[in-house]
């Protein structure tokens, strides 16, 4: 509920932001502000005003749950609290802890004076959801913080601590401890210094450098590094404008803000933002389901994901047993995390005490038993569903009452795997993403008798660790993968016509991929596909697959880790160099089977692999394996390298619409050679083609 505490402390009127969360500045709340300050004004014992933050923060800014609501616009707006504050007749004092972060920023620059505890966060996200500040952040911060430094903070979103701002001008005092008692103190001295001065920063000038060179550099580094992302070039031309008229520059901040919000990269990027918080939603699974506590847990398996999945763990201070069957497998996995932090330390990310204290959580084992008091036990063992069984027959065995047993399986039947241990509804797949300290992604696999409880406590826990985490149901490759299989198969036929590896990735690339199919392929091994075929050779061989993949991996051309894959390495390199063997091979491989090739445009690269990924989403949803539409596209943002700005396959899909979504594929089906059973769109896409309706709608 919306609140705000007002306490007179001898001279000075304490008012309080209550309003959880994140005291978010709602409807109700920016009244209720309103109010606070003009009772304090009237009060004639008051001379001067303090504001703070209840709870663990000062604010977060725009209250999330008003958006696209009447609220978020209705008067009184953040706009109009900020001018109370700043004409208020008696001094108003900011008192910063916690996070201070987007309107929160924004209101204490309005006020007279700052005094922040020495840890909060302040920042100016709004260019993450592909907008600028809308509350003046764009005219105040520069003149109270400098050109340079308030570009830093505005262009790149990343809130600092207040430490790091110390010295520049936009707190008058950062305080280790006792803020309500400095906060009191300078609000005292601006009431005795008497008709408010230098206070207002919207009078503060500038006068530090020539902006124009720095502006000019700073456009160039965003231009490069945030390619289509025009609210990072806007917010330069809204600080620019801060070299100049106050009330002019406000005037192009709010055009540029209603600008941008109707741009299509903002609406993706805060449909990635809510994407994110609804994914934690577990249908059926109740917001007040009791969620275990895991303080100690254990990991199987010290492989390529084994290590990597102990430090997440790690990482958030849970104490990790790490189990392996032979003693220099062991050995292997602890050298590898010990050498992963150790890159860190280089990099400057982490102290070598932190390392330490990290390593000293983690207590290695050739012992199952050692797993007896884990509350949380996650198999990454061998892809292989005997050594999995061997594994849950003796984690059932050891496993105390209650403890959850999650297996990392990419590709393996969870039921099958719950149905070795005694327990089922205490198994879970927890399918991280290599390398798994590194990615964000988390797939939660939920079996058929998986419970309630621990569904709530995985996805709780995944919070802990940092990660996105998506609730998947069982089927081969579960959603992110499942979906791959089909990008990779129309990036193989696309070369198989006539595109190059090269073409294709870059196109992919240009769209906004992190990495385009090939040069992914490269970096996770050839061979890994090249046995999921092998595999639905057998299992499903009704699928088209391009066997030009199978000839390279005859070669031993696996990729990366062979030196040679799609494209050639240099030793040590990771640069994807052509190579005309592998032209020479696609040559050979058209010719036998008699195909001519064809120019393939860079449009139709990116539809058709794009438009893959759709139409197996649609077949997803249709099965009921991802929860929602926009679970499928948080999976590809956080796990897959997919352009944030686009917010995902189906908002593109939608940003299409359906109708053109599914006559595309239509016309894929009917070109000569094409796979016209996977192109028939699936019943989900047609039946919102059929109405007009996107896959959001629903
Ligand atoms: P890996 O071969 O690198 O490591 C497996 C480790 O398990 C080995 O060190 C092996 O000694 C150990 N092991 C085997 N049997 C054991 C037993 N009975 N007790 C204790 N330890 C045992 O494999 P990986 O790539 O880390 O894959 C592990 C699991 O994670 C697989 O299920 C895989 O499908 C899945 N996965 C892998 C990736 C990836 O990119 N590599 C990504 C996601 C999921």
Redesign the pocket.
């Known amino acids: 509920m919306s609140q705000v505490h007002m306490r007179v402390d001898g001279d000075v009127a304490m008012l309080t932001l209550d309003n959880p969360p994140v005291n978010g500045f709602g409807l109700e709340q920016r009244r209720l502000l309103i109010e606070a300050l003009d009772a304090a004004a009237a009060d004639p014992a008051v001379r001067a005003i303090v504001v703070s933050g209840a709870g663990r923060l000062f604010s977060g800014g725009a209250d999330i749950r008003e958006f696209g609501k009447p609220q978020m616009v209705a008067s009184p707006h953040l706009l109009d609290v900020l001018q109370v504050a700043e004409r208020s007749p008696k001094p108003v004092v900011a008192a910063i802890h916690g996070t201070c972060v987007g309107g929160g920023l924004e209101f204490s620059l309005a006020c007279h004076g700052r005094v922040a505890l020495a840890d909060a966060l302040v920042g100016l996200p709004e260019v993450k959801l592909g907008l600028i500040p809308g509350s003046g952040g764009t005219q105040r911060l520069p003149r109270a913080l400098g050109l340079a430094r308030a570009l830093d903070l505005i262009v790149s979103g990343d809130p600092v601590p207040a430490a790091q701002l110390r010295d520049g001008g936009l707190f008058d005092a950062v305080v280790d401890d006792d803020l309500p008692g400095a906060a009191c103190a300078l609000a005292r001295r601006l009431a005795d210094a008497g008709a408010l001065p230098r206070l207002r920063e919207r009078d503060v000038a500038d006068a530090s450098q020539p902006p124009g060179e720095l502006l000019e550099a700073r456009r160039e580094v965003a231009r490069r590094q945030y390619p289509r992302q025009p609210a990072r070039l806007h917010a330069i031309d809204a600080v620019a404008a801060s070299l100049g008229d106050f009330d002019a520059g406000m005037e192009l901040e709010r055009w540029l803000f209603f600008a941008l919000l109707a741009t299509p990269e903002s609406h993706a990027m805060r449909h990635a933002f809510f994407a994110e918080r609804a994914a934690a939603h577990v249908r059926g699974v109740a917001e007040d389901t009791p969620v275990r506590p895991v303080r100690l847990v254990g990991v ?7 290590g990597g999945i102990a430090m997440n763990f790690l990482n958030a201070g849970i104490p990790v047993v790490l ?4 003693q220099e ?1 062991l050995e292997r ?1 602890l050298a590898t995390v010990r050498a992963n932090y150790e890159r860190s330390v280089r990099s400057g990310r982490l102290s070598a005490q932190q390392v330490e204290q990290r390593m000293a959580l983690l207590r290695p084992s050739l012992e199952f038993d050692a797993l007896a008091p884990c509350d949380l036990i996650v198999e ?4 292989d569903l005997q ?1 999995k069984r ?2 849950f027959e003796r984690l059932d065995a050891v496993a105390r009452e209650g403890a959850i047993l999650a297996s ?4 393996l039947d969870l039921d099958a795997i719950a149905a070795f241990t005694r327990r089922p509804a205490d198994v879970v797949g927890m ?4 390398p798994a300290n590194v990615m964000k992604l988390l797939e939660v696999v939920r079996g058929k008798a998986t419970s309630a409880e621990v569904l709530a406590t995985v996805m709780r826990l995944a919070r802990g660790i940092r990660k996105t985490a998506v609730v998947s149901g069982v089927c081969d490759g579960f959603i992110g993968n499942r979906m791959l299989e089909h990008y990779g198969r129309m990036a193989h036929f696309l070369v198989e016509e006539g595109a190059s590896p090269q073409q294709v990735d870059r196109a992919l690339e240009e769209w906004g991929m992190a990495m385009g199919p090939f040069r992914m392929s490269d970096l ?1 091994g050839n061979d890994i596909g090249w046995a999921i075929r092998k595999r639905r050779y057998v299992d499903k061989p009704q699928v088209r697959y391009s066997r030009l993949a199978d000839r390279l991996c005859e070669l031993g051309r696996f990729g990366q880790k062979t030196g040679a894959g799609w494209y050639r390495y240099e030793s040590g390199s990771r640069e994807a160099l052509p190579d005309p063997e592998v032209d020479a091979l696609i040559r050979q491989y058209r010719k036998d089977i008699g195909v001519s090739a064809r120019a393939v445009t860079d449009l139709e690269i990116v539809e058709r692999c794009i438009y893959a990924l759709v139409n197996e989403a649609a077949r997803i949803l249709e099965e009921g394996v991802a929860q929602r539409a926009s679970d499928i596209d948080m999976v590809y943002l956080a796990g897959y390298g997919f352009p944030p700005w686009r917010g995902g396959p189906l908002l593109w899909a939608d940003m299409q619409g359906s109708y053109m979504a599914a006559r595309r594929m239509r016309e894929f089906a009917a070109q000569p050679g094409a796979d016209a059973a996977f192109w028939e769109p699936a019943p989900w896409l047609a039946r919102l083609a059929a109405c007009g309706a996107g896959f959001h709608d629903a």
């Open positions: 199987v398996g010290a492989g390529t994901m084994g189990v392996e069957a032979r497998a996995g990454a063992v061998f892809e050594v061997e594994v990392n399986t990419s590709t399918h991280f993403f290599s996770a």
